[in-house]
């Protein structure tokens, strides 16, 4: 089993930034990919961005140019950089984790097998 934990949520205003952390417990061996998802009110889960533990990075067109992916793997954690905020930017977004099965022709690249409970991003317009 694999734990994670979000921090960093919180308000900003449309043009700025946040930055998300997701910091990985317990079996951790089983957490080669990790990745950002999000989810607004009444809409779907959707992907953000991925990561794979050796540096390949991935990202959703939504936000491809504005938030960034970095990961440290000796602290076990994962950071989602959130720059030029907008308003539909707005969502829970949660971390996942998984051991690096690739499926094709999903947005998230990976299957994701653990998820952390979310945290609150607000963009005001």
């Known amino acids: 089993q694999v734990q994670l934990v979000e921090t960093g949520g919180g308000l900003a205003q449309a043009g700025g930034s946040l930055r998300l952390s997701c910091t990985a417990s317990?079996?951790?061996?089983?957490?080669?990919?990790m990745g950002w998802f999000r989810q607004a009110p009444g809409k779907e889960r959707e992907f953000v961005a991925a990561?794979?533990?050796?540096?390949?990075?991935y990202y959703s067109d939504s936000v491809k140019g504005r938030f960034t992916i970095t990961r440290d793997n000796s602290k076990k954690m994962v950071y989602l950089q959130m720059d030029s905020l907008k308003y539909e930017d707005t969502a829970i977004y949660y971390c996942?984790?998984?051991?690096?099965?690739?499926?094709?022709?999903?947005?998230?690249?990976?299957?994701?097998?653990?998820w952390g409970q979310g945290t609150q991003v607000t963009v005001s317009s």
């Open positions: 996942a984790a998984g051991p690096g099965v690739v499926v094709p022709g999903t947005p998230g690249r990976y299957e994701y097998d653990y």
């Open positions: 317990g079996r951790t061996s089983s957490a080669r990919a």
């Open positions: 990561s794979w533990y050796a540096g390949d990075t």
